[in-house]
């Protein structure tokens, strides 16, 4: 049986967005997009084992007795509060927060998800802290980016200037070829530049 993460949402580039992000976290195995359960159902293959729905509120209502049975694998994405999706058991990520705090949430899914982790599926959240391209330093002022400290604030943290401060960020959103807070935030934890508790 292969392994597979399965996102439906509706909205076609919040699924492309968030299947962006997964594929930074999870190497080993596919990401499949649909916009509905339907399409899922009509072009699912044999000997595939899903190890996670990623899936919109809106489909999980439309479909709960398809999700009731799926629990324990399902995160929900709900706009704002997810109290009955909480109390039902789904894991929920609230899919109006930042890019930073969506891939930090994706992140605790997989660390903390569940007792057994996510190797009876053959899923592996991808530890890369060997080979960091980033020097010494610029792992410093990562680490403060990620946990929220404005330029002002890393500088005085780091006895810098503040230019140098940017000298830094920009040199650790060219080597890590992003911009984006998210995917940061996924580089700094897989790399152990900063602990999942520290965000």
Known sequence: MRPEMVI?????????????????????????????LEEYETKRQEGVVVAHYFVSAAVVFRNPEFFRDMIRRTIVFTDGEASTFVQSGFRTIDATASEQQI??????????????????????????????????RENDVLALMVKGYINKEIADKLNISQATVIFHRNNICEKLNTRSLGRLTIYAVLNNVVSLSDL
Do not use: K
């Open 8 to 36: 439906i949402m509706e909205n076609t580039l919040s699924g492309m967005a968030l299947r962006s992000l997964l594929m930074d976290i999870i190497t080993d195995i596919p990401i499949s997009t649909y916009s509905s």
């Open 103 to 136: 891939a930090r949430r994706i992140l605790e899914v997989y660390r903390l998800g569940h007792p057994g982790g996510h190797s009876q599926h053959g899923v592996h959240v991808t530890e890369r802290s060997n080979l960091s391209p980033l020097s010494a």
